[in-house]
């Protein structure tokens, strides 16, 4: 089956802590993307990768950390920096090209006790 | 700095009945726009992307219309059903970046 997965699907986290949620495809994707999303709230971008060692910070990177080593993953870290990181998190793909479809993974919920 | 609004932000109607779904955009510069669904804790399915050279898609009972110049889409979702209760959400992909501005979405409940 071809798609992307998230892992875990809940994730709980104390304060000062960091933590690295799991984004792996197995589309031959060359983009892949992270967002935050709010209850009530549209997706807000954190960080991109359009290929292979190289990404981008999105609107609210601030807190966050990416690396892509590989093409099929791209973890993220959410810092202790993060003031109120309790949110759910998207990963999702492309192919490189801009006209085609951008597909999601399952989600992770991340809780700060 | 593109932004997208989505309005109703939430909407209920019985089932049977025909509705429209709106996004508007203020930079018209864009690459293509895409509508997804979001079931309550999922991730997002792509329903509909539309390219910046055509004015529609359609898929089964969605059709999404695109008119750039005035900023706006619009998902039309025939004769409803309940299992259309979902989050819609539309993005926008712009010229000038590989990235994808999201609207807030617009909540539907379809009673039976």
């Known amino acids: 089956d071809g798609g992307i997965t998230q892992s875990p699907k809940y994730l709980f986290r104390k304060e000062g802590q960091n933590v690295t949620l799991s984004c792996e495809q197995n589309?031959?994707?060359?983009?892949m993307y992270w967002y935050r999303q709010d209850p009530g709230q549209g997706l807000r971008l954190i960080y991109y990768?359009?290929?292979?060692?190289?990404?981008q910070k999105g609107d609210i990177a601030e807190g966050y950390s990416v690396s892509r080593e590989k093409k099929e993953s791209f973890p993220l870290t959410v810092t202790s920096a993060q003031k109120n990181p309790t949110a759910f998190y998207l990963c999702?793909?492309?192919?490189?090209?801009?006209?085609?479809?951008?597909?999601f993974g399952p989600g992770t919920r991340l809780t700060v006790l | 700095k593109q932004e997208v609004t989505q309005i109703p932000a939430a909407l209920s109607v019985p089932e049977g009945e025909n509705l429209v779904l709106n996004c508007s955009f203020t930079?018209?510069?864009?690459?293509?726009l895409q509508w997804f669904r979001q079931d309550p804790g999922k991730g997002l399915t792509s329903l509909l992307l539309?390219?910046?050279?055509?004015r529609e898609q359609t898929s089964g009972r969605l059709n999404a219309s695109l008119d750039k110049s005035s900023g706006r889409s619009t998902l039309y979702i025939a004769a409803s059903q309940p299992g259309d209760s979902a989050t819609y959400l539309c993005?926008?992909?712009?010229?000038?970046?590989?990235?994808?501005?999201f609207g807030d979405g617009t909540t539907l409940t379809v009673k039976p």
């Open positions: 999702a793909s492309r192919r490189q090209a801009s006209t085609d479809t951008q597909y």
């Open positions: 589309l031959n994707h060359d983009a």
């Open positions: 990768s359009q290929i292979v060692n190289d990404f």
């Open positions: 930079d018209s510069a864009i690459y293509n």
């Open positions: 539309i390219q910046s050279s055509q």
């Open positions: 993005a926008v992909r712009s010229t000038n970046a590989g990235k994808s501005t």
